[in-house]
């Protein structure tokens, strides 16, 4: 947990549109006891609870989860399935009774490497983009086996034909980002022997690379995040655009709509996490506290935080309510490319996450009881 002091809410990732009607200069500068203790109290702590060292042999370069599992994929040829279910038996340890173990690899499935792996909300279909240009879809059985379902083969196979990658809740939909713009929608339930696939719709923007996509929970919303700053926000049931975001001029490399769809989080090289209302499309929120390139965002279950990493190694949980960094870990400098929260289970009292990157270590933490 990082410490705010001496200098309190400046040192501590504040934004300059949510500070409390009490907080005055003089208490910025000289907290006092209550301050302490109430910071105290509104902070998160995380322990790390188990590492899986070289889970890859190469830089992870992308994380996805199901109920049950997460998936994994570096720059090396396969991709990796580890199982979730056993985690978190007892919060009030700091280990885990039962770690995560490998149960299964896709092996050589992308030869080059793969830089993007994405999975439905139902967990039963993955996807994955390979810097070969490939771009493959999974289906996975009632048993947890992960089984090929093809590969779309785009009219021209190149690795910035499909770069970023997002499927619908349900699977059915698969967007993906090109190097001039574009956006492509699949329909996965369409995809041939032969390679090809119904195409639902193709969003154009203005021709910058597309490094960031997501589809909202309730698939009415596609976003993109492109190198030039541009954010796009489109309607998926009449293909038209709905918002052209402002704000950024530095490559977006993450955008995350928040689970109940109102809102779209957008981080990048500008070291700041934007926060946008998807209705109207005016941003209301900077997060902060990042000193480097920030890689990656995910939105927790309840859209209560939100967690960003960073090229310099960091991992920090941000507060939705208080609009501020309640959480810091940094275990190495090395950067992390991807960060995940684990789906929480019903009868789960702590929250988990995990982090990957050049480091090519799973790290898992979880939320320290009673924080």
């Not at 619908?168 to 967007?175: H, K, M, N, Y």
């Not at 001029?249 to 989080?265: D, E």
């Not at 090395?334 to 270590?361: D, H, I, M, S, Y």
């Amino acid at each position: 947990m990082t410490s705010r002091y001496p200098l309190r809410r400046p040192t501590f990732c504040v934004t300059s549109d949510f500070v409390h009607p009490t907080t005055t200069s003089t208490h910025l500068q000289h907290p006092t006891l209550l301050d302490w203790v109430n910071d105290f109290l509104q902070s998160k702590q995380y322990l790390q609870t188990h590492t899986l060292a070289n889970a890859h042999p190469t830089d992870i370069f992308s994380l996805a989860v199901t109920p049950s599992q997460l998936l994994s994929a570096s720059g090396s040829s396969s991709i990796r399935i580890h199982s979730t279910k056993g985690q978190a038996i007892n919060p009030e340890s700091a280990e885990d009774e039962h770690p995560y173990p490998l149960v299964q690899t896709l092996e050589k499935v992308h030869p080059l490497g793969c830089h993007h792996v994405a999975t439905s909300g139902d967990g039963k279909t993955a996807a994955s983009a390979g810097f070969a240009g490939e771009l493959k879809v999974w289906t996975c059985s009632e048993e947890g086996t992960w089984e090929a379902k093809g590969e779309i083969k785009p009219d021209k196979k190149s690795a910035g034909e499909c770069w970023a990658i997002a499927l619908s809740e349900d699977g059915r939909a698969l967007a993906t980002t090109t190097h001039d713009g574009r956006i492509n929608v699949y329909d996965t339930h369409t995809l041939s022997d032969a390679g090809t696939a119904d195409k639902i719709t193709q969003y154009e923007t203005k021709g910058s690379f597309g490094l960031a996509i997501d589809i909202s929970p309730n698939g009415e919303m596609t976003a993109s995040g492109h190198q030039n700053g541009s954010v796009y926000i489109f309607n998926n049931t009449t293909s038209r655009l709905v918002h052209s975001l402002t704000g950024l001029i530095k490559p977006v490399r993450s955008v995350k709509f928040s689970p109940a769809n109102k809102y779209l989080a957008v981080a990048g090289d500008a070291r700041i996490i934007s926060l946008y209302s998807t209705e109207s499309g005016q941003q209301f929120a900077n997060l902060t506290g990042h000193s480097s390139w920030i890689m990656s965002l995910d939105w927790n279950w309840s859209g209560e935080f939100l967690l960003s990493g960073s090229y310099d190694g960091k991992a920090k949980i941000w507060s939705l309510e208080r609009r501020e960094c309640v959480a810091t870990q940094t275990e190495s400098d090395n950067c992390l490319w991807a960060v995940k929260w684990l789906p929480k289970a019903a009868a789960q009292r702590n929250e988990t996450f995990v982090t990957a990157g050049a480091g090519k270590t799973l790290a898992f933490y979880r939320e320290a009881s009673g924080t």
